[in-house]
Each structure stands twice: as structure tokens, then as C-alpha cells.
């Protein structure tokens, strides 16, 4: 049972805010000044976890195979939460208070196996794979509103509307503007290669119901952004004077909603950019006339628009642009040559080592280009829009003398 201290410091003491510049001049300046001190709850708390576990460790083959298995369960308790709401007269933030728990769910497994064959060739295979998700379990939201946590909540869930597709006829963007069916959504104009949401419950019009868990209108959990089943491959062989060494990690299950003009191309005009993967958008004849790219009406993005309103309709989180955010990568990979003693001899030296490595030098994933699958979803701006993971070659020598 442990404490956990990963929470904004001080909230149980009134901070007094120092600012520069007042808004009035006084004796021909601004002055400095303060600000009023915060709310501060008096019974705040640390949040506390208590963890069961159970493991097992086995040995095969006279512990040539060694297998691990562990799995737990963890109760974080006293969480931070919400206060109740009280009466806007109050003038001030509330604040938070220990009411909420979480609990969390999962397990590890590791599989090492050491072999040798004849007296020169050795080798070693480390797997390792684990997995683990959190649910809410307590949580004061009594409306059960989805703009906060709520019980019963999987962390990292991502709500969404389900596409239909890309409008294809005139006919249909007539009969969604008629019926004012997704008018929630934008109340302008639907035209071909606007995106066309389902109406999932029914009620012929697209919506968020009451945003709550009981009523999400037409929205549902599309997605978890929870990296799940994370694994691990370790493999190592020598042979005689020569070595090899190769890692490999990635992630199983992800799903990633992306931002900004990294991945959608058209934004608004100051955040448009436009790569050659953001030319498969939606081009009916007239706009096909004017772009001289032909027509291209089976897109993958829909109609651009330079106005905020107008691509944001199109740009809702939704199934048809959510991304698969599972990879492998090649984290290292390193071979190596002894120099044997014969020589080393001769030069009165204990050991020489020489090696060539690479770090990130491959990696499998299902996200459009322009998106590290470990970055992804940073970056300030947009998603996208952060530092790579750099691809390194080294060529390196160890001497011992």
C-alpha cells in the first residue's frame, strides 16, 4: 500500500499570485501587484494505492527455458475529483477533493530462452510482453456528462460518430440538408464529399443526445488511445569472435485521433499545409476544372475548405479517420568482432572490440506519413508537429589495455 505524490503541488495551501503590470497606471506607472489567494481544502490528502499480485516463475530443460508470469490488480483510492458545484455567488475556484477511484488490471510475461549449438555457436531469445487498462470505478459526476471522467469509464476511450462515407450524389446532400439530419453537427450547407454520419439510434437526426452516458445520442466508443499488449524482443547470437545483438519493441493495440494540418492537409489558412498524401481529397467535375487534378470522387479525404466552420464538419471524431497507432520497431541492432588473443598479443592489449549499430532503423505501422508512431499525438499545435525518433549509425571501437 503506497502513497502517490503525482499530483499538482500545493493545493493545500493559499497562494498569493505576484503579477507585472496592472491594468491602471498609477504615478505614471504600472505597478506589480497580487492577486487574491485560492481556495484551499484543509482535509486534502495524498492519493494511496493498495496492489495484490500473484506471479509464477518456471524453469524448462535444465533452465535453458524460464518463463515469468505475473499478474495484478491495483485500487488507487482518495483520487482527486471535483467538489460539489456551489452557488456562482462564491466568485472563486473550487477546490478539488479526494472522491475519486481507479482501478487498474494486468499482467506481464517474459519467455528467455538460451541455446548453443556444436562449441563455437551461442544464442539467446528474451520475449516479453505486458498489458494492463484502467477503469474508473468512483467518480462524482452524478449527470454522468462525457466532458469528464465518470464510473464505469475506461480510461482512454475515444467517442466518436461512425461514418457512413463521403456524400457521393447531389441527391443525397439534398435530402441531409432537407431533413436538417446533421445540422447539430453544422448547420451550413452539406454538399458531395462532406462526410455523412450514421444515425445510430434512430431518431433521424445526427446528434449528441445529451451528451451524458445514459444519452450520447448517436455517439459511442470508437476507440481506446491506450497502448495495450506493449511487447518486447530481445535476440543475441555469437559465433566464434563475432557477436550480434537485435531489439525490437512496439505496441499491439492503439487507436490515435489525429489533429491539425499534419494529418487532415487543408486547415484553416494558416495552418494548411499540403503534402503529396493530401492530394487523394474528394474532387467533384467543377472542382476538378478548377484544381486540374481530375476528378477524384472515391477520396480518402473529404472536401477542403479553408474556412474554420466549414472543414471542422467535416473533421468530427468519427471511425472513418481514426488511426491504427500499433507498431514494431527495430530499436538496435549491433554486430561485432573480437580481435582474437593471438593478435592482441603482439600489441600488448587485453581486448578489442570493434562494432557497427543502428538505432530505429526500421519500423512497421499503419499511421500516414508525416507521424512517428511514438510521437504521434505531441506536439503543441497539431498533431505531428514534434521532433522524430532519429534513426542513428554508429561505428564504434572498445579497447582494453
Same mark, same amino acid.
Given at each position: 500500500?503506497?502513497g502517490?505524490q503525482?499530483?499538482s503541488?500545493?493545493?493545500?495551501?493559499?497562494?498569493?499570485?505576484?503579477n507585472?503590470?496592472l491594468g491602471?497606471?498609477?504615478?505614471? $506607472?504600472?505597478?506589480a501587484?497580487? /492577486? %487574491?489567494p !485560492?481556495?484551499?481544502?484543509?482535509?486534502?490528502t495524498?492519493?494511496?494505492?493498495?496492489?495484490?499480485n500473484?506471479?509464477?516463475?518456471?524453469?524448462f530443460f535444465?533452465?535453458?527455458l524460464?518463463?515469468?508470469?505475473?499478474?495484478?490488480?491495483?485500487?488507487?483510492?482518495?483520487?482527486?475529483?471535483?467538489?460539489?458545484?456551489?452557488?456562482?455567488?462564491?466568485?472563486?475556484?473550487?477546490?478539488?477533493?479526494?472522491?475519486?477511484?481507479?482501478?487498474?488490471?494486468?499482467?506481464?510475461?517474459?519467455?528467455?530462452?538460451?541455446?548453443? =549449438?556444436?562449441?563455437?555457436?551461442t544464442?539467446?531469445?528474451?520475449a516479453?510482453?505486458?498489458?494492463?487498462?484502467?477503469?474508473?470505478?468512483?467518480?462524482?459526476?452524478?449527470?454522468g456528462?462525457l466532458?469528464?471522467?465518470?464510473?464505469g469509464?475506461r480510461?482512454g476511450?475515444?467517442?466518436?460518430?461512425?461514418?457512413?462515407?463521403?456524400?457521393?450524389?447531389?441527391d443525397? +446532400? !439534398?435530402?441531409?440538408?432537407?431533413?436538417?439530419s446533421?445540422?447539430?453537427?453544422?448547420g *451550413?450547407?452539406?454538399r458531395?464529399?462532406?462526410?455523412?454520419y450514421?444515425?445510430?439510434n /434512430?431518431?433521424?437526426v445526427v !446528434?449528441?443526445g445529451?451528451n451524458?452516458? %445514459?444519452?450520447?445520442?448517436?455517439?459511442?466508443?470508437?476507440?481506446?488511445?491506450?497502448?495495450?499488449?506493449q511487447?518486447?524482443?530481445n535476440? &543475441?547470437a !555469437?559465433?566464434?569472435?563475432?557477436?550480434?545483438?537485435?531489439?525490437? *519493441?512496439?505496441t499491439?493495440?492503439?487507436?490515435?485521433?489525429?489533429t491539425?494540418?499534419?494529418?487532415? /492537409?487543408f486547415?484553416?489558412?494558416n495552418?494548411s499545409?499540403?503534402?503529396? @498524401?493530401h492530394?487523394?481529397y474528394?474532387?467533384?467535375?467543377?472542382a476538378? &476544372?478548377?484544381?486540374?487534378?481530375?476528378?477524384?470522387?472515391?477520396?480518402?479525404?473529404?472536401r477542403p475548405?479553408s474556412n474554420?466552420?466549414?472543414?471542422a464538419?467535416? @473533421? @468530427?471524431?468519427?471511425?472513418?479517420?481514426?488511426?491504427?497507432?500499433?507498431?514494431?520497431?527495430? $530499436?538496435?541492432? #549491433?554486430v561485432?568482432?573480437?580481435?582474437? #588473443?593471438?593478435?592482441?598479443?603482439?600489441?600488448?592489449?587485453?581486448?578489442?572490440?570493434?562494432?557497427?549499430?543502428?538505432?530505429n =532503423?526500421?519500423?512497421?505501422?499503419?499511421?500516414?506519413?508525416?507521424f512517428?508512431?511514438?510521437?504521434?499525438?505531441?506536439?503543441?499545435?497539431? +498533431?505531428g508537429?514534434?521532433?522524430?525518433?532519429?534513426?542513428?549509425?554508429?561505428f564504434?571501437?572498445?579497447?582494453?589495455?
Amino acid at each position: 500500500m503506497l502513497g502517490n505524490q503525482s499530483v499538482s503541488a500545493y493545493q493545500d495551501l493559499a497562494l498569493i499570485g505576484v503579477n507585472t503590470n496592472l491594468g491602471w497606471i498609477l504615478n505614471g $506607472k504600472r505597478p506589480a501587484y497580487t /492577486g %487574491s489567494p !485560492n481556495l484551499i481544502n484543509p482535509y486534502l490528502t495524498w492519493e494511496s494505492s493498495k496492489t495484490t499480485n500473484v506471479g509464477v516463475e518456471m524453469g524448462f530443460f535444465q533452465n535453458k527455458l524460464q518463463v515469468e508470469f505475473e499478474y495484478y490488480q491495483r485500487l488507487t483510492f482518495d483520487r482527486l475529483g471535483p467538489a460539489k458545484a456551489q452557488p456562482l455567488v462564491l466568485g472563486a475556484g473550487i477546490p478539488q477533493e479526494n472522491n475519486s477511484e481507479l482501478k487498474t488490471q494486468g499482467w506481464d510475461l517474459g519467455i528467455t530462452y538460451k541455446g548453443k =549449438i556444436g562449441n563455437d555457436f551461442t544464442f539467446s531469445v528474451a520475449a516479453n510482453m505486458f498489458d494492463y487498462y484502467n477503469v474508473v470505478t468512483k467518480y462524482p459526476n452524478p449527470t454522468g456528462i462525457l466532458t469528464t471522467d465518470y464510473a464505469g469509464k475506461r480510461v482512454g476511450e475515444i467517442w466518436g460518430y461512425e461514418t457512413v462515407g463521403l456524400i457521393q450524389t447531389s441527391d443525397r +446532400a !439534398n435530402a441531409i440538408n432537407s431533413s436538417k439530419s446533421q445540422s447539430f453537427i453544422n448547420g *451550413q450547407i452539406w454538399r458531395t464529399g462532406d462526410v455523412e454520419y450514421r444515425d445510430i439510434n /434512430g431518431d433521424k437526426v445526427v !446528434n449528441n443526445g445529451k451528451n451524458t452516458v %445514459s444519452d450520447h445520442g448517436d455517439l459511442r466508443v470508437i476507440g481506446n488511445s491506450t497502448s495495450r499488449y506493449q511487447f518486447g524482443l530481445n535476440l &543475441t547470437a !555469437n559465433y566464434k569472435n563475432f557477436d550480434l545483438g537485435v531489439f525490437f *519493441q512496439g505496441t499491439g493495440k492503439r487507436d490515435l485521433w489525429l489533429t491539425g494540418n499534419i494529418f487532415w /492537409g487543408f486547415n484553416q489558412w494558416n495552418q494548411s499545409s499540403l503534402f503529396p @498524401q493530401h492530394m487523394d481529397y474528394y474532387r467533384d467535375a467543377e472542382a476538378s &476544372t478548377y484544381s486540374g487534378l481530375g476528378i477524384n470522387e472515391h477520396a480518402y479525404f473529404p472536401r477542403p475548405y479553408s474556412n474554420a466552420t466549414q472543414y471542422a464538419k467535416n @473533421q @468530427q471524431i468519427q471511425t472513418r479517420y481514426l488511426q491504427n497507432g500499433a507498431y514494431a520497431r527495430l $530499436k538496435n541492432a #549491433q554486430v561485432g568482432y573480437t580481435i582474437p #588473443q593471438s593478435v592482441l598479443q603482439t600489441l600488448r592489449l587485453k581486448r578489442v572490440r570493434v562494432y557497427f549499430s543502428g538505432e530505429n =532503423i526500421w519500423t512497421y505501422t499503419k499511421l500516414p506519413v508525416g507521424f512517428d508512431p511514438e510521437t504521434a499525438s505531441l506536439g503543441e499545435y497539431g +498533431a505531428g508537429k514534434s521532433m522524430f525518433t532519429q534513426a542513428i549509425w554508429a561505428f564504434g571501437l572498445n579497447v582494453s589495455l
